[in-house]
């Protein structure tokens, strides 16, 4: 099977599930128990595949790990309990005091928030505009290790040179960490341009309905772990390419305990099963949604962001790496207008945080998720104070455009 949705749906059954079960069943133990002793050590040992403790290990957690390997079409998968988890635990197991980091700037507003707690801990982290390959070039030193990027981001679109990044993280030999959750892996995999680990959010488009926490790390088997001095003796066993993952998880999940639970795990693959769908529906109205904004007179809509229109700077980018161009837009209303009277007029979008849901989003940006780091952060960043992002859902496209239309009227 090669399609992206054969794939995941017949993933479980190429694994024996008890019973001929179609789904793999939730497996609610915390430990696991062996009848040869030799074989509990040799597990722990990791001479020998096997389950041994929840916090690591679980069989539902790992159908799932293999449904999200398949979509990025990568060597092995770690779940964890929410995204940040997973970005902080990849990034806690790998980096050491000292190590340099290169980010972009553009980044999910926790992330930043995250960078800046670990630059306080130890590691440097230079925030670059990654939507140029010369700026991340420029920032490297002897001491990099890492470059982080995200694909599309959120709320302004803004797409880094992904492809750049990772021939020069190629030619300096360093870890290319690629989050690409605005995309998911139905519309990119971050492989094609030569990513090391790729990281996932859960809880967005791949499960989808907005009701369940996760996040995810994949090992693409495209960096030479063999010459990384941060991997610990005990992870140095076997094949070079899985030395950063099982560090990842051998010593980051144990370590900081982030567990992805096995329910979380099986609504997760529930969800996984129709990413595809949804992500066609969700490209095609923020396509439809972007247009209608861009149309309206300047004493509506001052401006839309949103990859798949021609104006947008990365549109061909955009076209060329992904597609289609995700479902987050974000636009300013105009200043003439009042942003909560708007906001309060529209009857489908739902006034929340949160994104890739099946329900469509919308949430001021300036006084919610970027109202912590102040008006300074803000105009960097190009966050006007009329900013509102959208999350488009798997509405009827109409019903989104109409909901628009009579907000506008209305206020
Ligand atoms: C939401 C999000 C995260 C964090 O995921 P959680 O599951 O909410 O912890 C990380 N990166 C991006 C790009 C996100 O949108």
Redesign the pocket.
């Known amino acids: 099977m090669k399609g992206f949705t054969s794939k995941i749906v017949h993933s479980d059954r190429q694994q024996a599930v008890e019973h001929g079960a179609v789904h793999k069943p939730v497996h609610d133990s915390v430990a696991f128990s062996f009848e040869d002793a030799h074989e509990l050590a040799a597990v722990f040992q990791g001479k020998q595949p096997g389950y041994t403790y929840g916090r690591q290990v679980n069989p539902t957690v790992t159908a799932l790990e293999n449904k999200i390997t398949a979509m990025e079409q990568g060597v092995a998968s770690v779940c964890f309990g929410?995204?940040?988890?997973a970005?902080g635990t990849t990034m806690f197991a790998l980096l050491r005091a000292g190590d340099h980091v290169v980010s972009s700037a553009f980044?999910?507003g926790?992330?930043t928030s995250l960078f800046n707690s670990f630059d306080r801990q130890g590691l440097n982290i230079s925030f670059v505009d990654a939507t140029n390959v010369d700026n991340v070039a420029n920032a490297i030193t002897a001491e990099t290790k890492m470059v982080f990027v995200?694909t599309i981001a959120?709320p302004r679109t803004q797409i880094a040179d992904l492809k750049a990044i990772g021939e020069l993280c190629r030619q300096r030999g360093l870890i290319y960490v690629v989050?690409n959750?605005?995309t998911s892996p139905y519309l990119f995999q971050p492989r094609s341009v030569g990513a090391s680990l790729v990281?996932n959010?859960?809880?967005?488009y791949i499960s989808g309905h907005g009701n369940v926490?996760?996040?995810v790390v994949t090992e693409l088997g495209t960096y030479d772990w063999g010459a990384f001095q941060n991997i610990y003796a005990d992870y140095r066993k076997g094949d070079s390419v899985r030395w950063g993952i099982t560090q990842i998880r051998k010593k980051g999940l144990r370590d900081l305990g982030a567990a992805l639970t096995a329910q979380s795990a099986h609504d997760i693959s529930k969800g996984a099963e129709t990413l595809a769908l949804r992500m066609e529906r969700q490209c095609s109205n923020a396509q439809v949604l972007a247009e209608f904004l861009q149309q309206q007179p300047s004493s509506s809509v001052e401006a839309v962001y949103y990859p798949g229109l021609p104006q947008h700077p990365q549109y061909q980018r955009s076209q060329d790496l992904f597609g289609r161009s995700g479902a987050i837009l974000s636009f300013e209303l105009s200043a003439d207008r009042d942003l909560w009277q708007f906001l309060n007029a529209l009857q489908v979008a739902i006034k929340s945080t949160n994104?890739?849901d099946n329900r469509s989003l919308v949430i001021p940006v300036a006084q919610t998720i970027y109202h912590e780091v102040g008006p300074k952060v803000r105009a960097d960043m190009g966050i006007a104070d009329t900013l509102i992002r959208v999350s488009v859902g798997i509405e009827d496209v109409e019903d989104l455009t109409d909901d628009f239309a009579q907000a506008f009227a209305r206020s």
């Open positions: 929410t995204g940040m988890a970005i980044l999910f926790n992330t995200e959120n989050d959750t605005m990281i959010s859960l809880t967005k926490l996760g996040g994104l890739g």
